[in-house]
């Protein structure tokens, strides 16, 4: 078991905050990397921080785990929290994320490929060629992502 469902054990359904990371991945042509979900909508690489992990070196752990791409450097773009984020699970779990935003360009190695798991699909996509199903909060951080690039 892992933080949040140890949490969950004790506190139930209640809101939580919860600390995130969201990676925007830029290839060498300008395009970035989305990663389709299991719910069917894309978005940037990222999740949850882990105890005593830095939210850089999440960033990085996400990127990996999702696409099978290694990243290095990564750039703070901003921090994101508020009410507007306010999420409610299907199960009826609540939390508010402040979710750190990175974008970087050095991509290390590896090989793309989705995980199956929590992604079913990843690849690069142009600012003009964005999917349809694009998450609406990372359509926002693609502006901020854009921006400082």
Do not use: C
Request: hydrophobic share 40%.
């Amino acid at each position: 078991m892992g933080y949040i469902e140890d949490l969950r054990k004790v506190i139930g359904h209640q809101p939580l905050i919860l600390v995130g990371v969201a990676v925007a991945v830029i290839n060498e042509t300008g395009q970035f990397l989305l990663q389709k979900r299991q719910d069917g909508q894309w978005g940037v690489p990222g999740g949850f921080i882990e105890l005593g992990e830095s939210t850089e070196d999440a960033g990085r752990r996400e990127v990996l785990e999702e696409t099978g791409l290694e990243i290095g450097k990564v750039e703070l773009i901003g921090v994101f929290s508020g009410k507007q984020h306010h999420v409610k699970l299907p199960n009826g779990d609540e939390f508010y994320p402040v979710t750190v935003a990175y974008v970087t360009r050095d991509i290390l190695g590896g090989e793309l490929q989705a995980d199956g798991v929590e992604t079913s699909e990843a690849r690069f996509f142009s600012v003009n060629e964005l999917p349809d199903k694009l998450n609406p909060l990372i359509k926002n951080l693609m502006k901020q992502f854009t921006v400082s690039v």
